[in-house]
């Protein structure tokens, strides 16, 4: 069974700090990776997509890839009180159809 | 721009009982889906429509019905709702195919209890 394994946290960080997010899956085959950022009681929201190994950025955001060792991370920088929420991080593989398999999320919470 | 429109937000059954969720997207994207989210257990995908006029089964099927009713509507049904199926259900669309149709926008959710 495709697995996709996130540490549920809480992740605690001060403000201004670098956020760590970490990520790991199962599937050698997967080809597409997704952080979604998801508020309390809200939907998910895309906020990353990484399809190749190595660094993609996005404003504050930074998508780390690493297919050897099957692992998937987030970076957040200059991390700010409006990014406390859950990131979901989401698999896809060719042998699912590129259907998603998403971890259980981690909380991060940015302290003032 | 409403996005991803899902009816209704909220909703109390007995087991045994039916409904539908209805879900509407205005993006004209091809693929729609329906997820559960369960505490614990993250998102898992019930069924999707990769096109209007098909549906294929995802990872949680048991107990639900779906209707692709054309390009933007996406239809949930419980047939006979049990306490097992208390969720979060999502419903979501994406544009793309192949790898980067996990590009998904999600609705703002359906929050059922079965009691």
């Known amino acids: 069974q495709k697995e996709v394994e996130q540490n549920s946290g809480p992740l605690s960080v001060p403000e201004g700090a670098i956020a760590s997010l970490n990520c790991t899956y199962s599937?050698?085959?997967?080809?597409?990776f997704f952080w979604y950022r998801q508020y309390s009681g809200k939907s998910p929201e895309l906020i990353m997509f990484?399809?190749?190994?190595g660094d993609k950025e996005d404003g504050r955001f930074t998508a780390q890839l690493n297919k050897a060792s099957q692992y998937v991370s987030l970076l957040i920088r200059d991390s700010q009180p409006s990014d406390s929420a859950t990131y979901l991080c989401?698999?896809?593989?060719?042998?699912?159809?590129?259907?998603?398999?998403f971890g259980t999320g981690t909380r991060l919470a940015v302290r003032p | 721009n409403a996005g991803v429109t899902q009816t209704p937000k909220f909703q109390v059954l007995k087991t045994g009982q039916s409904m539908t969720l209805q879900c509407a997207q205005d993006?004209?994207?091809?693929?729609m889906y329906w997820y559960r989210q369960d505490p614990g257990m993250g998102l898992r995908l019930i069924y999707y429509?990769?096109?209007?006029?098909?549906?294929d089964k995802g990872e949680v099927p048991n107990g639900y019905n779906v209707s692709r009713l054309n390009k933007r509507e996406f239809s949930l049904r419980l047939e006979s709702a049990a306490p097992s199926q208390t969720s979060v259900y999502f419903c979501?669309?994406?544009?793309?195919?192949?790898?980067?149709?996990?590009?998904?926008?999600f609705g703002e959710g359906s929050r059922l209890t079965v009691l």
């Open positions: 979501a669309s994406s544009a793309a195919s192949g790898r980067a149709s996990g590009e998904l926008f």
């Open positions: 599937d050698r085959g997967s080809q597409s």
């Open positions: 990484i399809y190749s190994n």
């Open positions: 989401a698999v896809g593989a060719r042998s699912s159809g590129d259907k998603l398999t």
């Open positions: 993006m004209n994207h091809n693929s």
């Open positions: 429509s990769a096109s209007e006029g098909t549906t």
